[in-house]
């Protein structure tokens, strides 16, 4: 229901002009501005979105580079930290035990939800 609202809420959030800008709908009651996750900056978008054309293909080093350049595009972007934890947890994955890419991946996914609690991966916009 809560992804529901948000997903219904995402066209209020003001953003900067640009490409395919979603058309303002209806707000669900007691949601505000405040309470949606903010969307990527422009400047993160097209890493975050080679990162994850890079991730779908299981090209997870050119993924962590491209999201990496995300992160240094905009260090406050949830998404951007979300992808990269990821990417390393998957470069992690073949070992069993805990290792130096699970360890990046936790650091990641901690100040990734540090940044939006109520952040969302979409894998795909």
Known sequence: MLLATVLLSAALVPQAPGPAA???????????????????????????????????????????????????????SAAAAYYLGYTHYKMGEPSRRMNANKEKAKELFAKAFGLDPAFRPTWGR
């Open 22 to 76: 979603p058309a303002p709908g209806p707000v669900p009651p007691g949601v505000t501005a405040a309470d949606l996750p903010a969307p990527p900056s422009g400047a993160a978008a097209p890493y975050l979105d080679a990162g994850i054309a890079a991730f779908k293909k299981r090209r997870f080093a050119a993924a962590r580079a491209e999201f990496e350049k995300a992160e240094a595009a905009d260090p406050q």
